[in-house]
């Protein structure tokens, strides 16, 4: 059935056909953009799409060839009235979570969001307990104190020597 | 606090060097595509050379080797032949297919005639097919099986050892 679903392309007489979103995620759920309102969607649309062919560019930032059929179809996409969603499944589909810039709260994709809050609330606690315990350890008597108590051998032998244990 | 800290690291130095083992022992030229296990993407493409329409659906009935490639890339010139012995082997029993990535058709036309071809390759309409395919770099070759679904995929240049074992999951 989905075979079906293609966009028909009429060259040298004949019917080529390429595969098409409608195959992969149906018919538009949006209205159609035009004008500025195209233009401004297609560049915040692509800006959501990695390049599959460059190193941690977007879609809307590269240059390459890839990049410029990828921002064309997501043009041409807005245009026929898709979706934001639809148009970044559609190419999910194809390329994988690989081609979304911004991971999916999902799965093992979940960690890339829960660790760094994860490990920034395990730091806060350490440092919180740290303090703590330290400001604990400065509140405490000072009965435990070696140079307090009368009942130390070196200490009292120091104060011998230097004659202030009778005094 | 001192245990607890090397309790902690020591679970998470754990993690990572399992989550590398992991990582070592996978081949990256076989890639787990979303679409292995999905009905390929339907085309209808043009025939460098004869200018003739030739539909995907048509193969219907027999595994399919779909292999993007292009004329500028160097390891689609290594695999060229491995792709034309194995098509000529096979002959009737499996399809193959070459889908152009981003070139120039005359200079496709060129490479086919000085070095020979034994299946159709088809011009992609401003790259929609190879998007469609979730093509990232060339060469990219997908199996599909006969009732025309992905069974696997590979990146990079294939040799026969490669192409006959990826095809065995298209035929099995």
């Not at chain 1, 499944?89 to 979304?100: A, H, P, W």
């Not at chain 1, 969001?113 to 703590?132: E, H, N, S, Y």
Request: charged fraction near 20%.
């Amino acid at each position: 059935m989905t075979f079906l679903l293609l966009l028909v392309l009429p060259v040298y007489g004949q019917t080529l056909q390429v595969p098409d979103a409608q195959q992969f995620v149906g018919n538009p759920q949006g209205t159609p953009l035009a004008g500025d309102q195209l233009y401004r969607r297609t560049g915040e649309v692509s800006a959501l799409l990695r390049c599959p062919v460059c190193q941690g560019l977007s879609v809307a930032d590269s240059p390459s060839e890839m990049a410029v059929n990828m921002k064309r179809q997501v043009r041409e996409l807005l245009a026929r009235g898709y979706t934001e969603e639809q148009i970044l499944r559609y190419f999910e589909l194809s390329y994988g979570q690989f081609v979304l810039l911004k991971p999916k709260f999902e799965g093992v994709n979940a960690l890339v969001w829960v660790f760094p809050v994860a490990a920034l609330l395990i730091g806060v606690l350490i440092v919180f307990t740290k303090i703590r315990k330290l400001s604990t350890d400065n509140r405490q008597p000072t009965t435990d104190n070696p140079v307090d108590n009368p009942d130390d051998e070196y200490l009292r032998r120091v104060r011998d020597m230097v004659g202030g244990g009778k005094a | 606090m001192n245990r607890t800290v090397v309790i902690v690291g020591s679970l998470i130095a754990f993690a990572l060097v399992g989550v590398l083992f992991i990582g070592l022992g996978k081949n990256p030229a076989e890639i787990r595509s979303p679409l292995v296990g999905r009905p390929a993407p339907a085309f209808a493409l043009r025939e460098v050379g004869t200018g003739r329409t030739i539909d995907i659906a048509q193969f219907r009935g027999k595994p399919v080797i779909i292999n993007f490639w292009a004329t500028w890339c160097g390891p689609c010139w290594e695999e060229h032949p491995t792709l034309v012995a194995n098509a000529r082997q096979l002959g009737d029993n499996v399809q193959f297919v070459g889908v152009v990535f981003q070139d120039a058709e005359e200079k496709i036309q060129g490479f086919l005639n000085q070095r020979g071809t034994a299946y159709p390759t088809l011009v992609d309409q401003e790259g929609k097919t190879a998007i469609a395919y979730g093509v990232g770099g060339v060469p990219e070759t997908y199996f599909l099986d006969r009732n025309g679904v992905i069974r696997a995929k590979y990146v990079g240049p294939m040799d026969s050892e490669i192409l006959r074992a990826n095809l065995t999951k298209a035929t099995n």
